[in-house]
């Protein structure tokens, strides 16, 4: 059965062009959601209470605390209307009374009752946790009985269900076409935030809480005989920070201060994780591979995947690493995902144009130089920087990683 039956609530009076029935396009709407409106009446007043909610099959779950005033404790179910709306844009027309907006949503009205069977409950809680990603719900501790008896979950059948929607732009008059005023949609979208940890947090952000933004913008494990990197997280602070946090020779060249404490150093990653969340900048821990002590970080950054290219920089290293296998290895690591794996044909470099170490070390990659930008970016000191920039090209990787290979034991 592909559709819902109408009834006399969910005919449609006016626009019924906007209306539908589709079962399909009902479970799309409801499952993208996360939060809903639930309707009532309790002893003659409206009652309206937004709560989460689930879809398993043709049931809406929805999630209310056993201490709530639905009444539930004299009655074996409630008469409800729950209703779930997305709205995708602002209409802008040449006159205000044209004025819409683009929407989806479902109401579905009928019986909610509480549901009392301990293994739904837990199968409910579970799908819940789920729809927030695949995957959460192993990587949380399930309720307890105790809080269990303290959650009310309701059932409502999906058999008296309406989807309405708008699509399109502006719908103005004949008359008013010629009006010289700018008419259209304004896109309005949800969209994920980076994750931010709760205080006391030490274990990284979960993989299923990421972007998915494709391979480019992907920090993946990447494992030498010397070094490995892994995604940078807020929960390195504390190894970061007593690995190079304050050592002003190790942050001479770099865009930023060095971080006099954890708050500062916390900071530095919180904008290195900003980036990697607008698709700036992919960071990752630098790691000893034999003793798992952290060393520092680098990164991939001024990406641009339609002319298949970006940057290596942000790079800085613990003291104790300089002038061992470290840096050559991390370096390969990162051209040879660059090159091998993603397909580019440019990756380049930028430092202080008095860094002679740093130029001297990213000539010996076989990168070439390629010249210099002039108050290229302002230091921590209001100084100007000018860049010196160097870059290898796709032709240029084969020989560059022979030799990275014979220097890398």
Known sequence: MDGYPQTPRTTALRMRERMSY?????????DEAWHCTLSFVLDGEPRVLPTLHVRVDDTLYLHGSSGGRMGLESRGGLRVAACVTHLDGLVLARSQFHHSANYRSVIAHGTAVPVTDEAERRRVFTALAEKIAPGHAARTR??????????????????EVSVRARTGTAGDDDEDLALPHWAGVLPLRVEQGRPEPAPGVTVPVPDYLGLERGP???????????????????AHTDDLFAAVGGDEEVWRWLSSRPPRDRAEMAAHIETALEMRHRGERVPWLQRDSATGEVLGTTSYYAIDTRHRQLGIGHTFLARKAWRTGVNTESKLLLLERAFDVLGCERVEWHTDHRNERSQAAIARLGAQREGVHR?????????????????????DWPAARTRLRLRTP
């Open 142 to 159: 399930p309720p307890s009985a105790k809080e269990l008896a303290q959650t009310v979950l309701l059932a409502l059948p999906l058999d």
């Open 375 to 395: 108050h290229h970016r302002l230091r921590p000191d209001g100084t100007w920087r000018d860049t010196v920039t160097f870059s290898m090209l796709a032709a």
């Open 22 to 30: 589709d079962r399909a396009a009902a479970h799309a709407i409801l």
């Open 216 to 234: 480019w913008h992907e920090p993946v494990v990447m494992r030498g005989a010397h070094v490995t990197l892994e995604p940078l997280d807020l």
